[in-house]
């Protein structure tokens, strides 16, 4: 898991930094430590290939691509990789404009927005807010996050048909309870995020997320990802 995550998040802050600000001159001992260091910890995780970035003060200081794709063509800066668990704050971002344009309340429940999940779920589920998903206290599990979201669906009703298996998980704490990192809390938030808003995930994070920040090579399904 630890090999899986540190190749997710290198990679994609070099598939979205390298956008940012304007490429300068960087010190030259700086940019070797930086060669090594990313060389090593290729050879560490048996990362095949990898794009990193380093951005200051709105200027991109060092860019360099090292390696293969899994299909083994050569990295490139324009390599598209999976955003991974880093989707999660861009859905944070859209269920916090849904939030200041007055169509969600942070302390109101799933049930509140989710009338099909809330109908199969337990009163407890049922009861989980807003505020709690988004902090990571709902009392799922990671390991029950990992169980249902981890099942390479790919459709557009994926995430709805994900959440409501979701319903029937039990929850390992009380809501607000503990502090437990799981992807389950981020699925039923972007089924909140397509439900106040009438728009698939994809077109919502491409209309008010990727599109305003000139996200022009993001996509958030398969179809947009190979257009891009």
């Given at each position: 898991m630890r090999k899986k995550w540190t190749y997710v998040v290198v990679t994609v802050l070099a598939f979205l930094l390298p956008t940012w600000g304007n490429v300068v001159e960087a010190d030259e001992g700086m940019t070797d430590k930086v060669d090594l260091y990313m060389k090593a910890m290729m050879e560490e995780y048996q990362i095949p290939g990898l794009s990193v970035a380093i951005v200051q003060d709105g200027d991109t200081l060092f860019t360099y691509s090292y390696g293969v794709t899994a299909e083994g063509s050569t990295v490139s800066s324009n390599t598209p990789f999976f955003l991974g668990s880093i989707s999660k704050s861009m859905t944070a971002l859209g269920i916090v404009q849904l939030v200041e344009s007055g169509r969600v309340d942070l302390d109101e429940s799933i049930g509140t927005y989710l009338p099909w999940f809330a109908a199969e779920a337990s009163s407890e589920a049922s009861s989980i807010?807003?505020?709690?998903?988004?902090?990571?206290?709902?009392?799922?599990?990671?390991?029950?996050?990992?169980e249902y979201s981890d099942v390479g669906a790919k459709h557009a009703s994926a995430l709805k048909e994900n959440v409501r298996n979701l319903s029937h998980a039990k929850l390992t704490r009380a809501p607000g309870e503990q502090h437990q990192y799981s992807n389950a809390n981020y699925m039923i938030l972007g089924a909140v995020l397509e439900e106040v808003s009438g728009q698939s995930y994809a077109d919502y994070m491409e209309q008010h997320v990727f599109g305003p920040l000139g996200m022009s090579t993001a996509a958030a399904d398969e179809e947009r990802a190979i257009r891009v």
């Amino acid at each position: 898991m630890r090999k899986k995550w540190t190749y997710v998040v290198v990679t994609v802050l070099a598939f979205l930094l390298p956008t940012w600000g304007n490429v300068v001159e960087a010190d030259e001992g700086m940019t070797d430590k930086v060669d090594l260091y990313m060389k090593a910890m290729m050879e560490e995780y048996q990362i095949p290939g990898l794009s990193v970035a380093i951005v200051q003060d709105g200027d991109t200081l060092f860019t360099y691509s090292y390696g293969v794709t899994a299909e083994g063509s050569t990295v490139s800066s324009n390599t598209p990789f999976f955003l991974g668990s880093i989707s999660k704050s861009m859905t944070a971002l859209g269920i916090v404009q849904l939030v200041e344009s007055g169509r969600v309340d942070l302390d109101e429940s799933i049930g509140t927005y989710l009338p099909w999940f809330a109908a199969e779920a337990s009163s407890e589920a049922s009861s989980i807010t807003i505020r709690q998903l988004l902090a990571q206290t709902s009392g799922y599990s990671t390991y029950t996050g990992m169980e249902y979201s981890d099942v390479g669906a790919k459709h557009a009703s994926a995430l709805k048909e994900n959440v409501r298996n979701l319903s029937h998980a039990k929850l390992t704490r009380a809501p607000g309870e503990q502090h437990q990192y799981s992807n389950a809390n981020y699925m039923i938030l972007g089924a909140v995020l397509e439900e106040v808003s009438g728009q698939s995930y994809a077109d919502y994070m491409e209309q008010h997320v990727f599109g305003p920040l000139g996200m022009s090579t993001a996509a958030a399904d398969e179809e947009r990802a190979i257009r891009v």
